[in-house]
């Protein structure tokens, strides 16, 4: 089931591999007794709903990335994703990944990796959101989505940059303004 209204439906998950359409919310679950999800291809942003209603980015995820990653610490719950392009996720059973982690030494290092740069991520996220300026974190977005090197995504509009950063469009779109006119001043 899918919607294109932030009220997103859950999906019933009928197989491996899941097609995610661009700009289209959906809510995943994973959990110890379930699945966690890997992407892949194409990117999505995860989101957390807030008190009010309204939703703010909280991950950005592209290909080989796990998504509901907690549920390896006995945790379940749901993930509320948007992808920026059309994208692929397939689910792994909890339990399969845990048993191969347990027998192959790479694939136990990758997620040891993923989860060290997902902490770095984390950290300098905290750090944008808590004592940078709008333009700043509109900045440290927009490198954070041309880091995936995939032009189809460079064109997303003030509307996702606000869900993501949590900021009015409108507020959004006035740091954008300045940004260009510094920009066009330093040239």
């Known amino acids: 089931t ?5 009220s997103a439906k859950y999906i019933s998950f009928a197989g491996n591999m899941l097609k995610l359409t661009k700009h289209i919310f959906y809510v995943l679950s994973y959990g110890a007794s379930d699945r966690l999800w890997l992407v892949i291809d194409g990117v999505i942003i995860t989101e957390r709903n807030n008190s009010d209603g309204t939703q ?8 080989g990335m796990l998504v509901g990653i907690t ?6 719950g749901v993930i509320t994703c948007k992808p920026l392009k059309d994208t692929t996720v397939m689910g792994i059973r909890t339990e399969d990944l845990l048993q191969l982690m347990d027998k192959d030494h790479e694939i136990a290092m990758y997620v040891v990796r993923f989860l060290c740069n997902r902490f770095r991520f984390m950290m300098n996220s905290l750090e944008m959101n808590s004592v940078r300026s709008v333009q700043e974190r509109i900045s440290y ?6 880091s995936f090197d995939d032009p189809e995504l460079f064109d997303f509009g003030d509307n996702v940059v606000a869900e993501y950063l949590g900021i009015h469009p409108a507020s959004i779109s006035r740091a954008r303004k300045q940004m260009y006119i510094q920009e066009n001043k330093d040239n």
């Open 2 to 6: 899918r919607t294109d209204s932030k």
């Open 56 to 63: 703010i980015g909280c991950g950005v995820y592209g290909p």
């Open 71 to 76: 549920a390896l610490n006995n945790e379940s």
């Open 141 to 146: 977005f927009e490198k954070m989505i041309q």
